[in-house]
């Protein structure tokens, strides 16, 4: 009976901290709540082109909430200069420090 005792407190220790551990990765996940983000505008030049791809952006948001710093990670220079664009208009909710993250942009007709 003792066994059984110690194997339930161990097993409930262990739930409580996968649990939090869980939230605790959630939260780091998530980061800042986006306030406005819109979707770039597919390029005409890239439609003429039937050009499709990936742009990958990692990006530092600073404390009032928009984007401070940005370095492009991979793309096609005419949907690079899209998201460029588009980020400008971007804005995150106000925090007390910076973030950073990665975002990636799927371009196709």
């Known amino acids: 009976m003792?066994?059984?005792c110690k194997a339930r407190i161990l097993g409930s220790?262990?739930?409580?901290?996968?649990?939090?551990?869980?939230?605790?990765?959630?939260?780091?996940?998530?980061?800042?709540?986006?306030?406005?983000?819109?979707?770039?505008?597919?390029?005409e030049v890239a439609k003429r082109l039937r050009l499709v791809g990936t742009v990958k952006v990692q990006?530092?948001?600073?404390v009032d909430g928009r984007i401070k710093d940005k370095t492009f990670i991979g793309g096609h220079p005419v949907l690079?200069?899209?998201?460029?664009?588009?980020l400008k208009n971007w804005k995150?909710?106000?925090?007390?420090?910076?973030?950073?993250?990665?975002?990636?942009?799927?371009?196709?007709?």
Do not use: C, W
């Open 2 to 4: 003792r066994n059984e």
């Open 13 to 43: 220790a262990l739930l409580a901290m996968a649990l939090s551990l869980g939230v605790a990765n959630l939260q780091a996940q998530d980061g800042r709540k986006v306030l406005s983000n819109p979707v770039p505008v597919y390029p």
């Open 59 to 62: 990006i530092v948001i600073g």
């Open 80 to 86: 690079v200069s899209a998201v460029e664009e588009t």
């Open 92 to 109: 995150y909710a106000p925090s007390s420090g910076e973030t950073t993250t990665q975002l990636e942009f799927n371009f196709h007709p």
